[in-house]
């Protein structure tokens, strides 16, 4: 297993209201501390946006138990499509996985949260226990237990370890995620019938390396892919931009990106998608680079610069300074918090 990446940063979602959304999952989901709220113009993403430059609002925010973020991503001058028509098992990001220190508790708080549809707690003898959340909008968020945690007692939920991605090849996507990604543990894998539909489901596990300045708060990476073995699918921002309402890519965070990028061309993986050099988003920076899985699903991947932890006096994290695989303190990492959700 390769060493060049950490743990999962963030999912991106795209949304109608970026505003409403940001205190819909801090509500749900405990996602209360803010990273950065900025406004530009996505200029690199143009082959994913009709060839035209949109202004879109970004904004990431993080639960400190652990886990990644959310990365909530409105257009500004364009309205976005719906997410209504996705199925099981098309192809792309079809859920977001979150994790949970009680799931019962966690169960019962979201079952009774109103315009929300949470399923019965399930217990699968192949991939364990876990439910499934749908949100307003349609987004669809899977929980699952873990004892993975940066710190407790804030939340019965933590952030993101990973997502529910559809392929139309099996073989070819975890040897992609195996060599390119480093998920090179298997969970489970086994075939399953519902309403005539056959699937396979393969659970594949990153676990935290322990290197690099947030690996220790971000944690083990989850990845389950789904293929539908006898039904017609399709992508599912198919003929829809990126940007569009749903989930737009998973991000990685990266120790090392231009060791990255030559372990990717080794594997016949290019990026699709490189800002070069530091990028600013509000007061935070990095490099940010994508690729694509055999079937098109966009995998961020980003090199934090520079984390800010109190704009109002310019005080912020440079990690170019520093070892990039030595972990930040938990101490500094808390300072995150100063800057909630309001």
Not at 250 to 272: T, Y
């Amino acid at each position: 297993m390769h060493q060049y990446l950490s743990g999962i940063q963030q999912i991106g979602i795209g949304v109608k209201n970026a505003e409403k959304a940001m205190h819909t999952y801090k509500h749900l989901f405990g996602m209360d501390v803010l990273i950065f709220n900025d406004e530009a113009e996505a200029r690199l993403m143009t082959q994913y946006t009709g060839g035209k430059v949109y202004n879109r609002q970004a904004i990431l925010t993080m639960n400190l138990q652990g886990g990644g973020g959310l990365e909530i991503w409105q257009y500004l001058d364009r309205t976005p499509e719906e997410n209504n028509l996705i199925a099981f098992g098309d192809l792309g990001i079809y859920a977001a996985i979150l994790k949970s220190q009680d799931i019962t508790k966690s169960h019962a708080r979201l079952s009774a949260v109103k315009d929300v549809k949470v399923s019965e707690i399930i217990n699968c003898e192949h991939s364990g226990i876990c439910f499934w959340v749908t949100d307003s909008c349609n987004n669809k968020f899977k929980i699952i237990p873990t004892e993975n945690w940066f710190q407790t007692g804030l939340h019965d939920l933590g952030g993101v370890v990973g997502g529910v991605i559809g392929v139309s090849n099996m073989e070819k996507s975890l040897a992609f995620y195996k060599n390119c990604i480093g998920l090179d543990v298997v969970l489970y894998d086994f075939e399953y019938s519902e309403l005539n539909t056959t699937y396979r489901k393969v659970g594949i596990r990153k676990k935290a390396t322990g290197k690099g300045a947030f690996n220790e708060l971000l944690g083990d990476v989850t990845i389950e892919l789904v293929q539908a073995l006898n039904k017609a699918t399709k992508k599912i921002y198919e003929n829809r931009y990126w940007g569009d309402c749903g989930f737009i890519h998973l991000c990685f965070d990266v120790l090392d990106m231009d060791s990255l990028k030559s372990h990717l061309e080794m594997n016949n993986c290019s990026l699709s998608v490189d800002s070069s050099n530091s990028f600013e988003m509000d007061n935070a920076s990095g490099r940010f680079c994508y690729i694509e899985d055999p079937d098109g699903t966009l995998i961020e991947l980003v090199e934090t610069h520079k984390v800010p932890i109190l704009k109002k006096i310019g005080w912020y994290l440079d990690l170019r300074k520093r070892n990039i695989e030595k972990p930040l303190p938990k101490w500094m990492i808390k300072l995150l918090a100063i800057s909630k959700v309001k």
